[in-house]
C-alpha cells in the first residue's frame, strides 16, 4: 500500500517535471549560433561532417589539447583557437560578443540552451585575435 | 596453399621484410628529426631545448627580455606587486668578497630532474619529452606545491580573474603558472621571445638551442666555454645555463 503511494507521488511529481519541461522548452527559442566565416572545403562545411562535429567537438577538443600540450603536436583542424576564428563573428557594430552574457556568442548560444557550464574561456581567450604565430597546418 | 609459401618460408619472408621495412621507416626517421618537422608530429627526447646566458653581455639596465615576455603572453594585469606575474626577472648578484656584480635573466630553469613535478599531487606539472618543463592547468588545483619546491622561484600563481588573454598563451585564475620557453614559438621552429628581444636590442647574451645536437650553436659553445647551472649542488641538471658567473 505504502510502495503503491509512493508510486503514484513518483508519477505525479514525473508528470509535473513534463509539464514543466514542455512549458519552459515553449519560452526559450532553439538556438541560431553565428554562421561560420568560411566553409573547412568545397566538400565539407566545418572539420568534421555536421552532425559528428556537434556531437563529438567536446571530445575533439580535449584530444587535440592533450596532443597539443603534452606532445607538442600543433596542427590546427580541432584547436580552440581556429574554433574561435572562424565561428565568433562582429556584430554590425564591429564589436565581439561577450562570453559571459546574452547569446550572441557561438559557444555560448548551445551551451545555455542546454544548459552546460564550460569553463574553457576563463582561461582561454573567446575572441579572435591576431595571431602572432603563423599556425602549422 | 601449395608447397612453396609453407609455414616455416612465410615466416622467413616475413622477418625479412619487417626488416626492410624497419630499416626504410628508421631512416626517414632520423631525416625528420634533423630537418624538424617540429608542431607536425610528438615531441622527442632525442631533443633537449636549453638556453646560456652570457651574464658578461647581460647589461644591468636593460629589461628587455622581461617586457618581452610580459608582452608575449599579456602578463600585463594589474594587481599588487606581491602577486604580479614573473615568469622571467631580472636577477642582481654581488660576490661580497670581490665586490664584482653580475645581472642576470631567471626563469624555470627546465630541469632535467624538476622538482616541481615530483611534487606535484595531479600529475599538472610536467615535463615535456623535450625537456620543456610546463603546467598542465586543467588539471592544476592551485596547491602551490609547486612553488615552494621550485629553488629559483620560477613559478607564479594567478590569484585575479584575468580578461582577453592572448590566444597561445592561456592563463586563468587559481592556477600556477611559469615560463613555457614560448613552448608554441618552439613547436613552430621559432626562437622563444626572450632570446629574440635580447638578440634584437644587440647584446645577444641569451642563446637558445638543442642541447643534445653536437652540431648546434649552443652545444658547441657549451664545450668551449666554462658554464655553471644555477645552484648545481641540486644536481637538477637545470637546461638553462650561465656563464662568467
Known amino acids: ?137 | 596453399m601449395n608447397e612453396e609459401t609453407s609455414p616455416t618460408q612465410n615466416r622467413r619472408d616475413f622477418l625479412k621484410t619487417s626488416a626492410i621495412v624497419a630499416g626504410v621507416t628508421v631512416a626517414p626517421g632520423v631525416l625528420l628529426y634533423s630537418v624538424s618537422q617540429a608542431g607536425t608530429t610528438n615531441v622527442s627526447s632525442k631533443v633537449r631545448w636549453g638556453m646560456l646566458i652570457d651574464t658578461a653581455k647581460c647589461a644591468e639596465d636593460c629589461n628587455e627580455c622581461v617586457s618581452a615576455c610580459a608582452n608575449e603572453h599579456g602578463l600585463t594585469e594589474d594587481v599588487p606587486p606581491a602577486v604580479k606575474p614573473q615568469w622571467i626577472r631580472k636577477v642582481g648578484l654581488r660576490d661580497k668578497q670581490t665586490g664584482k656584480e653580475y645581472s642576470l635573466p631567471m626563469m624555470c630553469q627546465h630541469c632535467e630532474h624538476p622538482p616541481c613535478v615530483d611534487v606535484c599531487p595531479t600529475g599538472a606539472s610536467f615535463k615535456r619529452d623535450d625537456g620543456i618543463v610546463l603546467v598542465d592547468r586543467h588539471i592544476c588545483i592551485g596547491c602551490r606545491y609547486c612553488m615552494m619546491a621550485c629553488p629559483y622561484k620560477a613559478r607564479s600563481f594567478v590569484h585575479e580573474t584575468l580578461e582577453n588573454q592572448k590566444p597561445h598563451s592561456p592563463r586563468g585564475k587559481g592556477t600556477v603558472e611559469g615560463c613555457t620557453l614560448c613552448v608554441y614559438r618552439i613547436d613552430n621552429n621559432q626562437e622563444p621571445a626572450c632570446v629574440e628581444a635580447c638578440s634584437k636590442n644587440g647584446h645577444k647574451a641569451m642563446l637558445f638551442g638543442d642541447l643534445n645536437n653536437p652540431n648546434s650553436e649552443i652545444s658547441k659553445k657549451l664545450k668551449d666555454v666554462a658554464s655553471t647551472a644555477v645552484r648545481p649542488d641540486l644536481r637538477l641538471n637545470p637546461g638553462v645555463r650561465y656563464q662568467g658567473l
Open chain 1, 1 to 137: 500500500m505504502k510502495l503503491h503511494s509512493l508510486l503514484s507521488t513518483l508519477g505525479k511529481i514525473g508528470i509535473g517535471l513534463l509539464l514543466s519541461l514542455a512549458v519552459s522548452a515553449q519560452s526559450i527559442t532553439i538556438p541560431q549560433p553565428p554562421k561560420a566565416k568560411k566553409d573547412f572545403s568545397d566538400a565539407q562545411k566545418c572539420v568534421e561532417p555536421i552532425d559528428i562535429i556537434r556531437r563529438d567537438h567536446g571530445t575533439f577538443l580535449k584530444q587535440h589539447r592533450d596532443d597539443t600540450m603534452r606532445h607538442g603536436v600543433r596542427n590546427t583542424q580541432y584547436s580552440l583557437v581556429a574554433c574561435i576564428n572562424c565561428h565568433v563573428t562582429q556584430d554590425a557594430a564591429g564589436n565581439y560578443p561577450n562570453i559571459k552574457e546574452g547569446s550572441e556568442h557561438f559557444c555560448r548560444s548551445c551551451h545555455t540552451y542546454a544548459a552546460v557550464s564550460i569553463d574553457c574561456f576563463q582561461c582561454h581567450t573567446s575572441t579572435p585575435t591576431m595571431v602572432s604565430v603563423p599556425t602549422t597546418h
